[in-house]
């Protein structure tokens, strides 16, 4: 368990990145076998994926990019090692100037959720294939320009939902697909993570000197610094983020969501609020509960920080809940347990984890731009952005207080005001969303 645990942490620490709008050059030239890449954002999954696409046959990493000058020369001396016969390591603060330069073939976005969706347009404008962080945009609408940006430069987008190219998670998908659990009447996805805690309520304060703040705010509202709110807590608030739900909830609803084959909830609803922690620097939700009404079941969703205590004696997982039995799934493995009152029982022992998902997911985003063919793609931007929306849609019904219904013939919201305030974050400090 404290493996896995170790595991989860690593995977789940966030990142902290860099800056504006640009204009760019808009090619990228392959000239050898060589793929040549840039990370933006070395704090957290950005360094685990630079790590990670090192492994990958004929990659190099030959740009780095973070606000945080601290961070960046430690990041440079760790890649010397992992990669010591590249000499020449650039380094920058402004992101522009990497989507510059026509050597660069793909870049890592691992900044911070409300970077995500400007960087990735950016990129794909400069001519670059794009690995981009989970969750793939911050709102809804950055959800749907990030799948038209892809479309029109024609670029490859892979997102960080890495557990996609786990061989357990594709075998429980295909048990739940083949029929033998029965009817599926409700799916259930619960998130307990005790070592996540928001930290405390602190003064704000002049940033470090090594720090380029007001590049890391970027569109987000002007604030003055304050260490509660920086790299991994940035996930507790709106401006940035949006709590567990859009942190782990986009990897456990994606495996609900594709296991039943569905598209977006016909309605949410939702409740929860800082109930454990509320002395603690946090706007998000500590607890929450939402409940998801699809065509021909229900998806219920769990999570609690500070606490270990999950359904079926596990912190994390996803559960189909059959009449001939309950599939469980999580990042260690998947087995079925067995509904007593079933004619048809249906029983399978656990089946454990046996690969590295995200060293897999580098894999297949490589092979993808090798042979230029974005369809073999684990987790397209499509795919990422669908389950993006999925959870805001909890996090927009917990935070308006409302059950909120979705139009999927108009790709809205039934009710006008929760369409006008929650379909795109509205941008500051001079940034706006390209029109596409």
């Not at 030239?29 to 070395?42: E, L, N, P, S, Y």
């Not at 957290?44 to 990670?52: C, E, I, L, Q, R």
Request: glycine content about 8%; aromatic content about 10%.
């Amino acid at each position: 368990m404290s493996q896995r645990r170790d595991f989860i942490k690593q995977m789940s620490l966030a990142s902290a990145a860099v800056i504006a709008v640009p204009s760019f050059a808009r090619s990228s030239i392959f000239t050898t076998d060589t793929i040549r890449v840039a990370t933006i954002g070395v704090n957290g999954m950005g360094w685990a994926n630079t790590v990670a696409a090192l492994k990958v046959r004929n990659v190099q990493v030959v740009a780095l990019c973070d606000i945080d000058g601290s961070v960046l020369n430690k990041r440079k001396q760790e890649l010397s090692l992992l990669q010591p016969d590249v000499k020449q390591v650039d380094l920058y603060s402004d992101y522009r100037k990497i989507l510059d330069r026509k050597d660069i073939d793909a870049v890592i976005v691992g900044t911070p959720d409300h970077w995500h969706a400007l960087q990735m347009i950016n990129a794909c404008s400069a001519g670059k294939h794009v690995y981009v962080e989970k969750p793939a945009g911050n709102s809804i609408g950055e959800c749907d320009l990030m799948i038209k940006a892809k479309n029109r430069y024609n670029k490859i987008v892979q997102v960080g939902q890495w557990q996609r190219s786990q061989k357990h998670f594709k075998d429980a998908l295909d048990f739940v697909h083949s029929g033998q659990l029965g009817n599926i009447r409700t799916t259930k996805v619960w998130c307990y993570q005790g070592w996540m805690r928001p930290q405390p309520v602190v003064a704000d304060s002049i940033p470090p000197d090594y720090i380029d703040y007001k590049t890391w705010l970027g569109p987000a509202t002007m604030r003055t610094f304050n260490t509660s709110r920086f790299h991994f807590h940035f996930r507790w608030f709106w401006d940035y983020a949006g709590g567990l739900m859009t942190d782990w909830g986009v990897h456990l609803l994606d495996y609900a969501v594709q296991g039943m084959k569905a598209e977006n909830p016909i309605s949410v609803s939702a409740l929860g609020g800082k109930f454990a922690y509320p002395e603690l620097a946090e706007e998000t939700p500590d607890t929450l509960t939402a409940l998801y009404e699809f065509d021909k079941f229900n998806l219920v969703w769990d999570s609690a920080m500070g606490i270990d205590n999950g359904s079926y004696n596990r912190d994390h997982g996803i559960a189909f809940i059959g009449n001939n039995g309950t599939l469980i799934l999580d990042r260690g493995g998947w087995e079925v347990i067995e509904e007593r009152q079933a004619i048809n029982k249906v029983v399978k022992p656990l089946q454990k984890r046996e690969d590295n998902g995200l060293e897999l997911h580098w894999e297949n985003f490589i092979s993808a731009i090798r042979n230029n063919n974005p369809s073999s793609l684990h987790c397209s931007i499509e795919e990422g952005a669908h389950i993006a929306t999925v959870a805001q849609m909890g996090n927009i019904a917990f935070r308006s207080g409302k059950k909120i219904s979705w139009d999927e013939s108009k790709k809205s919201f039934t009710d006008p005001s929760i369409q006008n305030e929650y379909y795109v974050k509205a941008y500051h400090n001079g940034y706006t969303l390209p029109k596409i």
